[in-house]
Each structure stands twice: as structure tokens, then as C-alpha cells.
Nanobody
Framework: QSQLVESGGGLVQPGGSLRLSCAAS????????IAWFRQAPGKEREGIGC????????SYEDFVQGRFTVSRDNAKDLAYLQLTNLLPEDTAIYYCAADARRLCHSDFAVLQTEYGYWGQGTQVTVSS
């Protein structure tokens, strides 16, 4: 069964960093746009950023403000979300999503229901 698997979440202190990874099972990521989303308790799932299949372009939601970076290594068939300067309000379940269509552009977040593959999520908790 084709699916995505996130890893790298955990408990981190405010101001800390984490790198989340997204791997595919049953298919290869190199022809897929990748997006990252998160869902905090009691809130709707929101977009963070995305990267096109080649890795040549990314797009981010405004709230990211340079703290988070989406990247990919197609040779390793992995995508990443680097989280820096984490705040307690960044506590959420973080998801990666993939689709073979060109969904990574400035409106990627409103297209979240279009993404064909999702991971189960990885928990990030920011607390002292």
C-alpha cells in the first residue's frame, strides 16, 4: 500500500529546533510535489510550506516568517521540514502530503484536500 511516513517529532524546548522527515512507501517521491501541514489541538489543519518535485521552488504560508524550511533530497527519496526557533504555539501534529500534480504554489494550502497521499503525522511538542 502506498503511503507516506513522517518521523523526527518529539519534545523540544522553546527556541529549539527539529528536523522532520517524510518518506514514501510503495512509490518514489521524486515526481511528486510535497507539502507540509500541521494541526494543533482544537484547531483546523493548516499549511506550512511546499516544494515542487525537482526541489527548485518552495512556497510558504506567511506565519512561517523564515523559521521553517522545506527541502528534499530526491537521491535519498526524502523530504524534510526544518523547524527552528520553535514556540509553544508550534505544538501540533505535523503531516507531509504528496501529489503528482503541480500543487505547490502560493495557494498550496487551500488545495490540501487535493493531495493524494498523506502520512500519519508526527507529534511536535514545544514546552519547557
Amino acid at each position: 500500500q502506498s503511503q507516506l511516513v513522517e518521523s523526527g517529532g518529539g519534545l523540544v524546548q522553546p527556541g529549539g529546533s527539529l528536523r522532520l522527515s517524510c518518506a514514501a512507501s510503495g512509490f518514489t517521491l521524486d515526481s511528486y510535489d510535497i507539502a507540509w501541514f500541521r494541526q494543533a489541538p482544537g484547531k483546523e489543519r493548516e499549511g506550512i510550506g511546499c516544494i515542487i518535485s525537482s526541489g527548485g521552488r518552495t512556497s510558504y504560508e506567511d506565519f512561517v516568517q523564515g523559521r521553517f524550511t522545506v527541502s528534499r533530497d530526491n537521491a535519498k527519496d526524502l523530504a524534510y521540514l526544518q523547524l527552528t526557533n520553535l514556540l509553544p504555539e508550534d505544538t501540533a501534529i505535523y503531516y507531509c502530503a504528496a501529489d503528482a500534480r503541480r500543487l505547490c504554489h502560493s495557494d498550496f494550502a487551500v488545495l490540501q484536500t487535493e493531495y493524494g497521499y498523506w502520512g500519519q503525522g508526527t507529534q511536535v511538542t514545544v514546552s519547557s
